[in-house]
């Protein structure tokens, strides 16, 4: 029903910046919650960041609180993450995802919590 797509990530250095996409197909891209989540080799998914329907109001992990930034863009049915003075610890496969349900903001950093997954863009932060 719903397709993402992710893209913009690469092979930087430490400091450097990077924006990701997130191209979303269908018609509902509107009613859908956005989030960001993040996954290195051997460890568990993590929640980075996510996004209200309207995009008033964001939400981030204490450990990109301050260099990231979530935004989207409605009318173009995508979603963006901004990667300011990233580390090597960012290195992972960045995930967008599409949050269909009615559920309380406490939820929002839950992965089980999204319906639609993309296939990940790889970030690679070199020191």
């Known amino acids: 029903q719903v397709q993402l797509v992710e893209s913009g990530g690469g092979l930087v250095q430490a400091g450097d910046s990077l924006r990701l996409s997130c191209s979303a197909s269908?018609?509902?891209?509107?009613?859908?919650?956005m989030g960001w989540f993040r996954q290195a080799p051997g460890k568990e998914r993590e929640f980075v960041a996510a996004i209200s329907r309207s995009g008033i109001t964001t939400y981030y992990s204490d450990s990109v609180k301050g260099r990231f930034t979530i935004s989207r863009d409605n009318a173009k049915n995508t979603v963006y993450l901004q990667m300011n003075s990233l580390k090597p610890e960012d290195t992972a496969v960045y995930y967008c995802?599409?949050?269909?349900?009615?559920?309380?903001?406490?939820?929002?950093?839950?992965?089980?919590?999204?319906?639609?997954w993309g296939q990940g863009t790889q970030v690679t932060v070199s020191s």
């Open positions: 269908g018609r509902t891209f509107s009613s859908y919650r």
């Open positions: 995802a599409a949050m269909t349900g009615d559920v309380s903001v406490i939820y929002y950093y839950k992965y089980e919590e999204y319906r639609y």
